[in-house]
């Protein structure tokens, strides 16, 4: 009967004198791995203009369902997108997209302060993605 409250006792008694494992955030900022896998990247042409080709490999592959592209095409032919929308309040994160990509267009980064007042501000555009986040 003793025991194993002696025993309770312990954990209680280690748990109380282990050091924090919270961080005093934002004054803290966790540093995260490597591969994390955070907000999205659009990586562009010499040119300028966004490298994805519109092949819709990512939209397709998506679980969320949360890309939204749309194409058009250049006078020669080259499919870039008009738009390019990803809906980071439902992206899991699981980088299928960033997989599937065909021509290495897409990317994540490790930016995973991902914040907005509404569900639309969560939406990342086309030209925020080709610029890299801050921080
Ligand atoms: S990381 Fe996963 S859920 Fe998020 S946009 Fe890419 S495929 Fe969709
Ligand atoms: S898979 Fe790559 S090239 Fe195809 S639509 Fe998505 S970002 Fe563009």
């Not at 092949?55 to 499919?79: N, Y």
């Not at 960033?98 to 030209?127: F, K, Q, W």
């Amino acid at each position: 009967m003793i025991k194993p409250l002696i025993k309770g006792l312990g954990v209680t008694l280690k748990h109380l004198f282990a050091p924090a494992v919270t961080i005093q955030y934002p004054e803290e900022r966790w540093e995260p791995y490597p591969r994390y896998r955070a907000r999205h990247i659009m990586y562009q042409r010499e040119d300028g203009r966004p490298k994805c080709v519109v092949c819709m490999l990512c939209a397709t592959v998506c679980p969320s369902r949360c890309i939204k592209i749309v194409g058009i095409q250049d006078e020669k032919g080259d499919q870039y997108p008009r738009r390019y929308e990803i809906d980071l309040g439902r992206c899991i994160f699981c980088g299928f997209c960033v997989e599937a990509c065909p021509v290495n267009a897409i990317g994540m980064t490790t930016h995973y302060e991902l914040d907005g007042p509404t569900r639309e501000s969560l939406i990342l555009g086309l030209e925020e993605m080709m610029r890299p986040p801050r921080g």
